[in-house]
């Protein structure tokens, strides 16, 4: 079918190129050769695709376009196809003439560039979407007052603490991308100490006490189990994770409501937990709730900044995560909506001889 010169070329390119994918074609486009990784990726069952068209073993127009060009120009031909299961893998594709006729395709794998490009792409449409609200109110505050229509100081004041609120939760959205940005790219470094979960417990209660009580909502520990135990983690860390999913508690709930905060043993670890009677996170959301910027409802988000307790990008439950696995920990939720969650999150337990240092 090719003249041997094409083939043991192709042969000795099969032989070096790692990770991509080869495939030798005719001038008709049917398929003369090809790596053995092409076959899990064609669209037919066929373990040899020796003979088969291009077409019909790919079935992927993106590919076959690619091939024709480079036949039909005679020159060198780049572009890029989707292959696999519903298209579920990306390639950049290259088809070089060969001087003695037919194609050598090579397919150079980019799904996981692809991948990044995307999650960065929403990364910035998710942090500017954030910025808009809160810079348009600012800018719509700020030209009220040098406009001069409004005079009368009561209201001048008022707008200026908006203006205050809305800067607050800018300076609040920068922290967290910060501390995300941190944790993520593991260059915080954890100082792991043996602790006393009771006395992490108490110490949150007290730190976010103000807010409860601004908010009407009782905050208190639960009863210490009857085991002792240490937790093996950064003091600050997972103070900052529970005050995250304590203040969330206080957050999501209603005057009168109540949030509790306590431990217990879970195997080699011990599980922090946070119980409130709040509104409850349906379950059609409790999937992704963890991810960063994700909210369950934006007018949840709208009627909790109106009570004015802080900023919601959707960042806190993304930390909570972050510090968790940064521990080799877990987290995770029960929650029933309308009744109110327990989130929780799971570190090493102490062992009597655990290195404080490691
Ligand atoms: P946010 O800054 O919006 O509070 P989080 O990542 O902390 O961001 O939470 C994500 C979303 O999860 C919130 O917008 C809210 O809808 C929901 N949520 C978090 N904690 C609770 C809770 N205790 N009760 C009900 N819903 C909650």
């Known amino acids: 079918m090719t ?16 990770g991509d994918l080869l495939i030798l074609i005719d001038d008709r486009l049917r398929i003369v050769r090809s790596g053995a990784e092409a076959a899990p990726l064609a669209a037919r069952r066929e373990t040899s695709l020796r003979g088969m068209s291009l ?3 790919f079935g992927s127009a993106s590919l076959d376009a690619v091939a024709r060009q480079a036949v039909s120009s005679g020159a060198a031909t780049s572009g890029e196809a989707d292959l696999g299961r519903l298209g579920a893998r990306h390639f950049a594709v290259d088809a070089v003439p060969l001087v003695d006729g037919g194609l050598v395709m090579s397919l150079h794998d980019i799904t996981a560039l692809r991948r990044i490009e995307r999650v960065r792409r929403d990364f ?57 940005s941190m944790i993520e790219s593991g260059e915080t470094k954890l100082a792991l100490e043996a602790l006393d979960p009771q006395e992490v417990v108490a110490d949150v209660v007290v ?26 983690a950064d003091p600050a860390r997972l103070s900052q994770a529970l005050l995250n999913l304590a203040h969330n508690g206080v957050k999501y709930n209603h005057p009168g409501g109540e949030v509790r905060i306590g431990w217990e043993i879970a195997d080699d670890r011990v599980r922090f937990s946070v119980t409130d009677d709040g509104m409850g996170v ?67 337990r102490a062992t009597e001889h655990a290195d404080a240092d490691g």
């Not at 003249?3 to 790692?18: C, I, M, N, Q, W």
């Not at 806190?316 to 969650?341: D, F, K, P, W």
């Open 3 to 18: 003249d041997p010169t094409s083939s043991a070329a192709f042969e000795a390119l099969l032989a070096r190129r790692g």
């Open 55 to 57: 077409l019909a073993a």
């Open 124 to 180: 910035v449409a998710n942090i500017s979407h954030e910025l808009r609200t809160p810079l348009t109110s600012i800018k719509l505050l700020a030209e009220t007052l040098s406009s001069g229509t409004v005079d009368d100081t009561p209201t001048m004041r008022d707008f200026a603490t908006q203006i205050e609120r809305e800067t607050d939760h800018l300076a609040q959205l920068v922290d967290e991308l910060l501390d995300l």
């Open 207 to 232: 730190r976010i006490s103000p807010v409860a009580e601004r908010s009407e909502v009782r905050i208190s520990p639960l009863p210490a189990p009857a085991s002792e135990a240490r937790a093996l």
């Open 282 to 348: 349906p379950e059609a959301h409790q999937g992704r709730i963890f991810e960063r910027f994700y909210k369950v409802d934006r007018s949840r988000a709208r009627e909790r900044d109106a009570r004015d307790l802080g900023g919601s990008a959707g960042l806190g439950l993304a930390i909570v995560r972050h510090i968790a696995e940064a521990h080799r920990g877990a987290v995770g939720l029960r929650s029933e909506e309308g009744i109110g969650s327990t989130f929780w999150i799971e570190v090493p």
